[in-house]
C-alpha cells in the first residue's frame, strides 16, 4: 500500500525558513525519483523540487537558491528547506514521485500546509 505522510508546515513570517518531512513507503522511495509539489488556492498543483535516486537535484525558477531538497534513504524520508519563504510560497505542500518526466501517483498524502505572512 502506497504511503505518503507529509509534516513540518506552519505560520512563518516573511524571510523566515522552514523544513518539510515526507515519509515514503519503501517500495516507492528506494527506485523513484521523488518530488515536492504545492498547491495555492485556486491554482493547479506543481512540481517545485526533484531529487532521483542518486541524489541529483532539480527546481523550478521561484525557489532556485531558497529550496533544497534532500533524501535520506535509510528512512525513506525526502525533506524539503525553504529559507527566504515570501508570501507566495503559501500554499499545501505534497511529495510524491516526480521529475524528468516521472508521473506522479495517483495516490496522495494529507499535505502540509506553509504560511507564509506577516
Known amino acids: 500500500q502506497v504511503q505518503l505522510v507529509e509534516s513540518g508546515g506552519g505560520l512563518v513570517q516573511p524571510g523566515g525558513s522552514l523544513r518539510l518531512s515526507c515519509a515514503a513507503s519503501?517500495?516507492?522511495?528506494?527506485?523513484?525519483?521523488m518530488g515536492w509539489y504545492r498547491q495555492a488556492p485556486g491554482k493547479q498543483r506543481e512540481l517545485v523540487a526533484a531529487?532521483?535516486?542518486?541524489?541529483?537535484?532539480a527546481y523550478t525558477d521561484s525557489v532556485k537558491g531558497r529550496f533544497t531538497i534532500s533524501r535520506d534513504n535509510a528512512k525513506n524520508t525526502v525533506y524539503l528547506r525553504m529559507n527566504s519563504l515570501k508570501p507566495e510560497d503559501t500554499a499545501v505542500y505534497y511529495c510524491?514521485?516526480?521529475?524528468?518526466?516521472?508521473?506522479?501517483?495517483?495516490?496522495w498524502g494529507q499535505g502540509t500546509l506553509v504560511t507564509v505572512s506577516s
Open positions: 510524491n514521485v516526480g521529475g524528468w518526466g516521472t508521473r506522479a501517483l495517483d495516490a
Open positions: 519503501g517500495s516507492i522511495f528506494s527506485r523513484n525519483p
Open positions: 531529487i532521483s535516486s542518486g541524489a541529483i537535484t
